[in-house]
């Protein structure tokens, strides 16, 4: 369900007007672009570790829980102030290692349910807007070129894992969120989204080091509001940094670092967006539940935001492997 709550004042003021649509659409439309732009910073996920070696027969299921919330720093001449939003995500995901021409690979598959409200100023005009539903699906494919080869559980066990790990990756974010062409602001995004990536992953005694390199390439979306204009993104470029410590066996801890830039929007070809350039900075720690479930519970927060989200997040999942038997 998508409600519009907007402030009494407003909602009179719009009650009056001879063209409501026309009178409220400058100030929304005016949030609507920081907003679009919060959410590509949102997408700016921490993960340490991703290309960790795991024996090829690897299930994985995860439940997580995710809060997100802060405020968008905005370009200078757009005439708007005290943008803030709170999203809430829950997620289920799935995973499985297999072998593909001899190489280490992983699938990944989650679905996200997302609500949350964002509030925003224009001079004197003030309202906040909730939506709540299902986000895009997003699908993930990798594969490890180097260090680690296609194992069995068995293998596995008997190998020191000390190599350099080089990797390649495809994330996919498919438009199956909740979409409306009639509202500017939506969960879904309409729009497919692919994100190739290059990952070295360096193991030093108990250190592990990450380094990661993608550029997300964003389809139109010809349906954005009213219904019949297309919203157009420029490529978005990001560079990840982590440095993890085994403390003991399934229990490690991480420092996270990521910067992001570009992406710029453009509605019906008209004067871009200010391009973002910004940086994160955040904690991972993931211990160990029972024999085969552990938990993990990350922090993040902007250092730095140009022009975009400057979000606190919180998240912890719940994960459960099991392995098939050679």
């Given at each position: 369900m998508q409600v519009l709550f907007l402030r009494r004042d407003v909602l009179e003021a719009e009650s009056h007007s001879p063209n409501p649509t026309k009178?409220?659409?400058?100030?929304?439309?005016?949030?609507?672009?920081?907003?679009?732009?919060?959410?590509?910073?949102?997408?700016?996920?921490?993960?340490?570790?991703?290309?960790?070696?795991?024996?090829?027969?690897?299930?994985?299921?995860?439940?997580?829980?995710?809060?997100?919330?802060?405020?968008?720093?905005?370009?200078?001449?757009?005439?708007?102030?005290?943008?803030?939003?709170?999203?809430?995500?829950?997620?289920?995901?799935?995973?499985?290692?297999?072998?593909?021409?001899?190489?280490?690979?992983?699938?990944?598959?989650?679905?996200?349910?997302?609500?949350?409200?964002?509030?925003?100023?224009?001079?004197?005009?003030?309202?906040?807007?909730?939506?709540?539903?299902?986000?895009?699906?997003?699908?993930?494919?990798?594969?490890?070129?180097?260090?680690?080869?296609?194992?069995?559980?068995?293998?596995f066990a008997a190998t020191s894992h000390q190599d350099i790990i080089v990797a390649v990756s495809l994330a996919v974010d498919a438009p199956s969120g909740q979409y409306d062409k009639t509202k500017l602001i939506n969960l879904g995004t309409n729009r497919w989204a692919f994100k190739p990536e290059l990952g070295v992953s360096y193991p030093f005694r108990k250190f592990y080091f990450d380094v990661y390199a993608g550029a997300s390439l964003f389809s139109d979306n010809t349906s954005f509001y009213p219904g019949n204009s297309t919203r157009t993104q420029d490529t978005l470029s990001a560079i990840q940094a982590h440095v993890s410590y085994a403390?003991?066996?399934?229990?490690?801890?991480?420092?996270?670092?990521?910067?992001?830039?570009?992406?710029?929007?453009?509605?019906?070809?008209?004067?871009?967006?200010?391009?973002?350039s910004n940086s994160r900075l955040g904690g991972t720690v993931s211990f160990p539940l029972a024999k085969q479930q552990s938990v993990k519970v990350s922090y993040s927060s902007g250092v730095s935001a140009r022009v975009g989200a400057n979000f606190r997040t919180l998240a912890v999942s719940w994960q459960y492997v099991w392995f098939e038997k050679h």
């Open positions: 009178e409220r659409f400058p100030f929304w439309a005016t949030i609507v672009m920081t907003v679009l732009i919060a959410c590509s910073a949102s997408a700016q996920e921490l993960e340490p570790r991703a290309y960790s070696p795991s024996p090829v027969g690897t299930g994985f299921l995860v439940f997580g829980f995710a809060q997100s919330s802060g405020g968008v720093t905005l370009d200078p001449t757009i005439p708007v102030t005290n943008v803030r939003g709170t999203f809430n995500t829950p997620v289920v995901g799935l995973g499985q290692t297999f072998g593909l021409f001899g190489r280490q690979s992983l699938i990944t598959a989650s679905l996200p349910y997302a609500w949350g409200r964002i509030s925003g100023q224009v001079g004197e005009q003030a309202g906040s807007i909730t939506r709540s539903g299902i986000a895009n699906t997003k699908l993930r494919v990798s594969v490890n070129l180097h260090g680690v080869p296609a194992m069995s559980p068995r293998q403390i003991r066996p399934r229990l490690w801890a991480a420092f996270d670092a990521t910067w992001y830039g570009g992406g710029a929007v453009r509605v019906n070809r008209g004067p871009p967006s200010e391009r973002q």
